[in-house]
C-alpha cells in the first residue's frame, strides 16, 4: 500500500502564495504502481471537488476555478507530489487532499489526512 501525507498548509492573505506537499510512501512496487496523482480540496459544508491531477508521464489537468493560479507538479526521485498556489482568493479556504490511483488491476485509491489552507485579511 501507500501511504500520502499532506504538509505546507496554513494561513495566508488575499492575493498571497502557498506550496503543498504530498509525501508517498511504502514500497518501491506499490509507489511504482501509481499511475497518476490528484489534489482535491473540501470546505466546510461542501462536496469534495477535484483541484488538480498528474500523471505518470507529467500531463496535467486543472479545474477551471484554479486553472491559471495553480501548477501540480511531482518530484519521482524524492516520491513527492506539489500544488503551487499563487493569487489564492478566499474561496480557496479548504481542506486539501492527496490522492493516489493505482494503474494496475484492481485500481485502488489512496488518500492523505488532509492539510488545512485559509484565505484571509
Known amino acids: 500500500q501507500v501511504q500520502l501525507v499532506e504538509s505546507g498548509g496554513g494561513l495566508v492573505q488575499p492575493g498571497g502564495s502557498l506550496r503543498l506537499s504530498c509525501a508517498a510512501s511504502?514500497?518501491?512496487?506499490?509507489?511504482?504502481?501509481?499511475?497518476?496523482y490528484r489534489w482535491y480540496r473540501q470546505a466546510p459544508g461542501k462536496q469534495r471537488e477535484f483541484v488538480a491531477a498528474?500523471?505518470?508521464?507529467?500531463?496535467?489537468i486543472y479545474t477551471n476555478d484554479v486553472k491559471g493560479r495553480f501548477t501540480i507538479s511531482r518530484d519521482n526521485g524524492k516520491n513527492m507530489v506539489y500544488l503551487q498556489m499563487n493569487r489564492l482568493k478566499p474561496e480557496d479556504t479548504a481542506i486539501y487532499y492527496c490522492?493516489?490511483?493505482?494503474?494496475?488491476?484492481?485500481?485502488?485509491?489512496?488518500w492523505g489526512q488532509g492539510t488545512q489552507v485559509t484565505v484571509s485579511s
Open positions: 490522492n493516489a490511483e493505482r494503474a494496475e488491476i484492481p485500481v485502488v485509491s489512496y
Open positions: 498528474i500523471t505518470s508521464g507529467d500531463g496535467t
Open positions: 511504502g514500497s518501491i512496487a506499490s509507489i511504482n504502481a501509481v499511475g497518476r
